[in-house]
């Protein structure tokens, strides 16, 4: 009787957990029991089609003895390491330009932004294996003005950078994020910098810069995160080529579990992925108290 | 004075180069739906020499199976259109009941969904399509797979977005509305969702435009080809035909990127996107 109290007593307190119900079973059946199956998972060798024979940690010791997988992963990090700076940097820059009254800045805008919400695509990857072909309209251009031209998606670094200038060409959403922090900048601060004897870069780097802070961090941390999986680029531009030059890690564990069908393999290359992007994401975190500013903590100061 | 006339000069000089480097892409790929096979690559310009239609006729001719572009665009729709609407209501219910209320647990609740956010999907690719396969949902005629973890508010950076914005509406609206007798799912509704209505746009357009660009989704949860989205279409386009016929692939690419374009200027019509996600 007084158990049935309580629970009903727990119920009435609790009942706005109803709102966040349909979360907090997604959360479970489609997060976390899956997070939860692939690590039990990673430790076998699922087949799909054999089921499972043996246990242990074979898949771990592969992956570190398989120089492929170790150099996917390299390949990853180097993906992500240059092209997120790269792009959020052409962003800033953009959006430090844009920040003045200037005529006809909504053209521009909106002229930098379309590229983002396109560059994701699957057919956005099939142009930018159209225009670096061999015979693609980039060598076309070389060839018209004299220069060398380059193949671009059979050469491995050239490769990459390809791979890498699609992502930095959709700088526009972290652009407009930007501006938007920039223009929320009182204009006081900015003068009392001048006042103060500061030029404009020095007004930028040390003023401007400091206050908006926060939405870098957050750009660079979102972009870590979604550089870490690209897969459609490699996928649809180069297959994983030339020579395994842009195999990143996402496109090597949809080969192993889709391809191969070995799950328990997969399973466990997706642990290293979790474990390597989560390790990248602490590393954000840790970085965070020393460079990102706190409106909050001056207030209480 | 002098001197701020040449930095602006130089400014725009700076920005207008980068906006036509930017641009070129776009503009290249609409002339060259319009260029013969063998113009198309020849030709470092922008204009075509001789125009043809070909490349768009054949763009909706079918490649003869069961698919074709008309198709994939209406099956890109089919997952789209009912994917955002049920993440519209759910995230719109779970950012609410996060940033208004007090329930048991919700410290660790609250550190869940935002551990969400940072762990990739990529992750989780395989584990669920072991799921999905138990239960059946490989090639659902409704694109399950696709849609119901998102219809539970799975896209937890939206759901983030949502309960900042709901934070910075004063408590003081609820507490009127409370008086007058509302519930708080009437606060919701009346109260809340009006005033939320640009970022529930930017929301809405956000998953539309995740979902029409994602692949690897349909790639593993869609077999049947008559049930294909457009992503899917255009790489078979380009492996059926690159080579010979790539102005028929640019065009099926062109024809792809009309509707987010689309998109893109009406919502920027009716709402300003940019502003989402930030305004504290």
Redesign the interface.
């Known amino acids: 009787m007084l158990n049935q109290n309580r629970s009903a007593g727990f119920l009435r307190r609790n009942r706005h957990l109803l709102y966040i119900l349909p979360w907090l079973i997604g959360f479970l059946i489609f997060q976390a029991a899956p997070m939860l199956y692939s690590l039990i998972c990673g430790f076998t060798d699922f087949n799909l089609f054999r089921g499972v024979s043996q246990t242990g940690m074979m898949n771990y010791v592969r992956i570190f003895e398989d120089s492929e997988t170790m150099h996917s992963i390299g390949l990853t990090l180097k993906f992500a390491f240059l092209s997120v700076p790269l792009k959020i940097g052409a962003a800033l820059l953009c959006a430090a330009l844009l920040a003045k009254q200037l005529r006809g800045i909504r053209i521009f805008r909106t002229l930098y932004y379309l590229p983002s919400i396109l560059g994701g695509s699957v057919a956005a990857s099939v142009l930018w294996k159209a225009m670096f072909r061999d015979h693609g309209v980039v060598n076309a251009m070389l060839t018209a003005l004299h220069l060398p031209v380059h193949s671009w998606l059979a050469e491995p670094h050239s490769a990459m950078w390809t791979i890498i200038l699609l992502r930095v060409w959709e700088f526009g959403s972290p652009m407009l994020m930007l501006l938007a922090a920039l223009q929320q900048i009182p204009q006081e601060y900015a003068d009392a910098a001048a006042l103060d004897g500061a030029g404009k870069l020095r007004t930028f780097f040390s003023v401007k810069l400091p206050m908006i802070s926060p939405v870098l961090y957050y750009n660079l941390m979102l972009g870590f995160c979604a550089a870490m999986q690209e897969f459609n680029a490699p996928f649809v531009i180069t297959d994983g080529g030339p020579r395994g030059a842009t195999t990143l890690f996402s496109l090597l564990l949809y080969r192993s579990a889709f391809t191969a069908n070995e799950m328990g393999y997969a399973c466990a290359l997706a642990w290293v992925l979790f474990l390597l992007s989560a390790s990248v994401s602490a590393g954000f975190l840790l970085l965070r108290r020393r460079f990102v500013y706190d409106p909050d903590g001056e207030a209480k100061a | 004075m002098k001197r701020v006339r040449r930095e602006?000069l130089l400014?725009?000089v700076?920005?207008s180069a980068?906006?036509a480097v930017?641009?070129f892409?776009?503009l290249?790929?609409v002339s060259?739906t319009f260029r013969s096979n063998s113009e198309l690559?020849?030709?470092?310009g922008l204009f075509p020499r001789s125009v043809t239609f070909d490349g768009w006729r054949n763009a909706f001719a079918s490649y003869g199976g069961q698919i074709s572009l008309m198709k994939a665009l209406r099956n890109t729709y089919m997952i789209a259109l009912p994917k955002m609407l049920l993440t519209l209501i759910?995230v719109t219910?779970?950012a609410?009941?996060?940033a208004?209320?007090?329930?048991?647990g919700k410290r660790l609740?609250t550190a869940?969904?935002f551990a969400?956010?940072?762990?990739?999907?990529?992750?989780?690719?395989?584990?669920?399509?072991?799921?999905f396969?138990r239960l059946g949902w490989i090639d659902s005629p409704h694109y399950l797979p696709l849609i119901?973890?998102a219809?539970?508010?799975?896209d937890?950076?939206l759901?983030i977005m949502l309960i900042q914005f709901i934070r910075s509406i004063p408590r003081t609206y609820d507490e009127a509305a409370r008086l007058d007798g509302c519930n708080?799912l009437q606060i919701l509704w009346y109260i809340l969702v009006p005033q939320l209505r640009p970022v529930l746009m930017s929301v809405g357009v956000l998953q539309l435009?995740?979902t029409?660009?994602d692949?690897?989704g349909p790639l593993?949860y869609v077999k049947t080809p008559a049930r294909y989205p457009l992503?899917?279409y255009?790489?078979l386009s380009?492996d059926a035909d690159?080579g010979f016929a790539?102005n028929r692939?640019?065009a099926?690419?062109?024809i792809?990127?009309l509707p987010?374009?689309i998109l893109?200027f009406a919502s920027?019509r009716s709402a300003a996107p940019?502003?989402g996600?930030?305004k504290e």
Do not use: H
Not at chain 2, 100 to 104: D, G, I, K, P, V
Not at chain 2, 125 to 131: D, K, N, R
């Open positions: 602006r400014r725009m700076i920005l980068g906006a930017m641009i892409p776009l290249w790929l060259a690559f020849s030709d470092a759910s219910l779970t609410y009941g996060f208004r209320f007090r329930f048991a609740l869940l969904l969400t956010v940072f762990l990739p999907q990529t992750v989780l690719y395989v584990p669920q399509f072991i799921l396969n119901v973890p219809a539970l508010a799975g937890t950076v759901v708080s435009l995740w029409v660009n692949y690897m593993l992503s899917v255009v790489k380009m690159s790539w692939v640019l099926v690419c062109c792809a990127m987010q374009i893109f920027q940019e502003s996600g930030l």
